[in-house]
């Protein structure tokens, strides 16, 4: 059997298939991170899995791609969590810009994003992704990801720069102050889940003129740094993933259009375009 893991920073999607390639299950759990989550956090939560445990000692092979898996170091604390839950499997560990790029793009060339509760992008040459800025996570970049959106909405919030109605219909929904969010932020475990939450008020009203700017800066941020550094950018398709670009898609066309990128496919989850690929890659 092999499992296919596609790990976010809030959710992990995993499908297992049969050595026939049909698909016997997919299941859910937190996202994991090895920037802030030990071998010991991957195991635990994995281990409370129970769909997973059940098919752990039956699955051969591990593809799992993930959020801050870009360097050997990092890499190696998922596989080593990974190999204790799964001790039969050959496990692969790649970053999920790969993943979204071979989602995405296939075996084409393009630029290949992500946008859900964090953010990045990649060249994808139709074999190897080639990065020209790094990702510095949400405290320095995540330009244009739900995480950024909060951020950038409890600013306004705060700062009481956002219209009376917006102002008095979050803080029902809400009833954050000043302490709670430096709290939220600083000093609480999962930041980033806690700041891209409010995506979803983002959601409800982005019609509000107001709201729809926020949301377009925070988007016009992402092409600016993380899409125009390629060279002839505007001469390649623009693809992505992730939740906010879904939601969003309508703003993201807009400000594509704006800054003269070649919008491509928009996907909520790349989770079955791997499937996909790897059910293809099998058969050649």
């Given at each position: ?12 999607t995993?499908?297992?298939?049969d ?9 859910s ?11 010991k ?36 604390r ?23 790029a071979?989602?995405t ?14 953010s ?40 009481k720069?956002?219209?009376q109605?917006i ?8 009833h ?16 980033k889940g806690?700041?891209?939450s ?12 107001s ?28 693809h ?45």
């Amino acid at each position: 059997m092999i499992l296919i893991a596609d790990s976010g920073a809030t959710k992990t999607t995993w499908v297992l298939l049969d050595a026939h390639k049909n698909q016997l299950g997919e299941y859910s759990t937190m996202g994991f991170s090895p920037i802030f989550h030990t071998e010991k956090d991957i195991v635990t939560a994995l281990n409370h899995s129970s769909e997973l445990t059940e098919v752990a000692l039956q699955v051969q092979e591990l593809r799992y791609f993930g959020a801050g898996c870009s360097s050997e170091e990092r890499n190696a604390r998922i596989a080593n969590a990974t190999q204790r839950v799964f001790p039969n499997a050959r496990i692969f560990v790649e970053h999920d810009l790969l993943g979204a790029a071979i989602a995405t793009c296939g075996n084409e060339a393009g630029i290949a994003c992500i946008l859900g509760t964090g953010s990045n992008s990649c060249f994808f040459d139709g074999q190897k992704v080639h990065e020209v800025v790094p990702s510095l996570d949400f405290i320095l970049s995540d330009e244009g990801s739900g995480t950024r959106l909060g951020i950038e909405l409890l600013r306004q919030f705060m700062y009481k720069r956002l219209p009376q109605n917006i102002h008095d219909a979050f803080n029902a929904i809400y009833h954050v102050d000043k302490e709670i969010i430096l709290r939220k932020v600083y000093s609480e475990p999962h930041p980033k889940g806690f700041l891209s939450s409010f995506a979803k008020f983002l959601y409800e009203h982005k019609t509000d003129v107001s709201i729809r700017a926020l949301i377009a800066k925070c988007f016009d941020d992402f092409f600016e740094y993380r899409v125009k550094c390629y060279a002839n950018y505007d001469q390649y398709p623009t693809h992505f993933v992730g939740s906010i670009a879904h939601y969003f898609s309508d703003i993201l066309d807009e400000c594509a259009k704006q800054q003269g990128v070649v919008m491509g496919k928009v996907i909520q989850a790349p989770i079955h375009g791997l499937v996909d690929f790897f059910r293809q890659e099998r058969t050649k």
